[in-house]
């Protein structure tokens, strides 16, 4: 079993910045990937971006290229979203998700095995 715990979230300004956490606890050995998702109300999940243990590999959603970074620290077992220029259309509940098998770097919430319990991310204009 996998646990995760996302923090980090919070109410900014348009134009400002957050990072968020997501801490992964129990068999993490068994972790391929790691992926951020964000859901706002009213809205499907959607890919945010992912990033390999192995390697450091990462993807993005175009919708945050250039402005969100994802990062990991191995000896933590800890996810990072740092998320700059945020405007507020990134206005959600941001995921954290484990993927426990190998293969290309996963953008579908489906092939997510674990999820943390999410976290509020708020934009004010």
């Known amino acids: 079993q996998v646990q995760l715990v996302e923090s980090g979230g919070g109410l900014v300004q348009a134009g400002g910045s957050l990072r968020l956490s997501c801490a992964a606890s129990?068999?993490?050995?068994?972790?391929?990937?790691m992926g951020w998702f964000r859901q706002a109300p009213g809205k499907e999940r959607e890919f945010v971006a992912a990033f390999r243990w192995s390697g450091g590999s990462t993807l993005y959603a175009d919708s945050v290229k250039g402005r969100f970074t994802v990062s990991g620290d191995n000896g933590k077992s800890t996810v990072f979203l740092q998320m700059n220029s945020l405007k507020p259309e990134d206005t959600a509940i941001y995921y954290c998700a484990a993927v426990l098998v190998g293969g290309p770097i996963r953008s579908k919430a489906n092939e997510y095995r674990y999820w943390g319990q999410g976290t509020q991310v708020t934009v004010s204009s």
């Open positions: 129990g068999r993490t050995f068994i972790i391929y990937d």
